[in-house]
């Protein structure tokens, strides 16, 4: 059983399974316009979660996982099923089951056990999203958004990558779009987005948000004084990371936020100042890739990364600068 | 980012290639195939390292004695006792004893077939550190 599934590679896994399973339903929703309605733009140095296998502090530059299905859904009145299994076999039967029946199915997975990644990529991060749309013998046809090309994938793997451990586990989570609105309000879930991004960027803690970018900046000041240079090196690279590897779309989802505002602007009344404020965003992210640049310099050279560190952070801390002008900005335009 | 500044560096992925967003010569945004950008190349590459060099310690600590071949195994799955607990629904504890060559000594062939099943190697692959591996 394989059901007529039009694959498209996007940069982010969850706005593109959202968004490939809004388009089969005939939704014409693309990539950035999910990830903005899901309002999926965040910033975050949270130093004691150390989720990663070498023990290094949390960065992030997005909501946590799982909230752009959950938001895009709500505000496009589009009914999603999300269920959770306690039971390996059980799983897998519901999910044959629903594609029996003609539904392209989303999975939670552990990106560690698809053997169809690079090496270089399966560390054990469990809140990766795809479409299964087809089941021949024992392999699953799977659409993963990542990837150019559809991939299929063992009945076998698929059982471990559903039931992966640790944090984030998904306990088989499998979602399935159940009722659409035939004319759901776009202009209205493209506003509330943008509203809602810009609450959680200017949101008064200081370790998340656009505070988080200025925290950033000054524990990467301290490393090099707190640790051995080695491990400062590894911390600094790690964000680089963190901003710039597969799923982000260049520069933390800045770019996808810009490429959002542009499509806000062709909706929305306001639509010189929103393709302003998108060029503006475009501007913020050439800076982020800035400091990518400049920290694999300085970790590369080695020697007395001391002081080095400091001009990496000086680039963030711009960063910062940036984001809270723009963020300040578009709060006030937006409240009247 | 421009379409033309769009970096086409290769790096670990094999071949993968990703997408990115650029604005393109009218200034509207695109979608842009990308083989890799050099920084992340290089971080990528540091954390290989990082992993490597920790898999040769520990292989030369399970030589001298000091750590069992599912040390070898567990880092080879870029695994933490922590994590291994969870997929082996045991204590952390009693992993950490049995990455001790007396602890796995001990070990019934239930465990060890436990253990296996969650590297995806034969039993007896278990007891060898080092040998090819299908995760």
């Given amino acids: ?336 | 980012m421009r379409e033309s500044e769009v970096p086409q560096d290769a790096g670990l992925f094999d071949g993968m290639r990703g997408l990115t967003y650029a604005v393109n010569k009218s200034g509207r945004y695109i979608q842009v195939s990308t083989e890799g950008w050099a920084p992340v190349n290089y971080a990528n590459e540091l954390a290989r390292e990082k992993l490597d060099l920790n898999l040769r310690l520990i292989l030369e600590k399970i030589r001298v004695g000091s750590l069992s071949p599912l040390a070898y195994h567990m880092a080879k799955a870029k695994m933490d006792e922590w994590l291994l607990a969870r997929y082996a629904g045991v204590s952390k504890r009693k992993v950490k004893r049995h990455l001790k060559p007396g602890g796995f000594a001990r070990l019934t062939e239930q465990q060890m077939k436990t253990y296996a099943e969650i590297f995806g190697i034969s039993v007896q692959a278990l007891r060898i550190p080092s040998s090819g591996q299908n995760v």
């Fill in chain 1, 1 to 336: 059983m394989t059901i007529e599934f039009q694959h498209h590679q996007s940069a982010h896994c969850e706005s593109g399974v959202m968004s490939n399973l809004l388009r089969h339903e005939g939704l014409n929703i693309d990539e950035p316009l999910a990830f903005g309605i899901g309002s999926a733009l965040f910033f975050a140095h949270i130093p004691f979660l150390k989720l990663d296998n070498n023990k290094i502090p949390l960065t992030t530059f997005r909501m946590n996982p799982g909230v752009i299905l959950k938001r895009v859904t709500k505000l496009l009145g589009v009914g999603l099923t999300v269920e959770r299994f306690g039971d390996v076999t059980k799983a897998m039967d519901a999910m044959d089951r629903r594609i029996e029946m003609g539904f392209p199915v989303g999975l939670q997975v552990g990106v560690f056990w698809l053997p169809f990644f690079p090496d270089a990529l399966r560390f054990h991060f469990n809140a990766h999203n795809m479409v299964v749309y087809g089941k021949e013998g024992d392999e699953y046809m799977v659409s993963d958004p990542t990837l150019p090309e559809p991939v299929r994938c063992s009945a076998r793997d698929m059982r471990k990558a559903r039931f992966s451990k640790g944090p984030l586990a998904p306990h088989g989570k499998m979602y399935y779009i159940t009722s659409i609105t035939p004319d759901p309000p776009v202009k209205k879930a493209v506003l509330t987005g943008i509203k809602r991004t810009c609450f959680l960027m200017k949101n008064p803690f200081p370790i998340g948000g656009v505070n988080g970018i200025r925290y950033l900046a000054g524990r990467i000041r301290k490393w090099p004084g707190q640790m051995p240079e080695d491990q400062a090196i590894l911390y600094l690279t790690n964000v680089i990371r963190m901003q710039e590897e597969i799923g982000t779309g260049g520069a933390g989802f800045r770019f996808l936020f810009a490429a959002f505002l542009q499509r806000a602007a062709d909706r929305l009344p306001q639509r010189e100042w929103l393709s302003a404020k998108s060029s503006e965003m475009t501007a913020i992210g050439d800076k982020w890739r800035e400091f990518a640049l400049m920290a694999a310099k300085i970790c590369k050279k080695r020697n007395g990364v001391g002081d080095t560190f400091g001009s990496a952070a000086d680039i963030v801390e711009e960063c910062w600068m940036m984001e809270r002008t723009f963020f300040a900005d578009m709060c006030r335009n937006l409240k009247t």
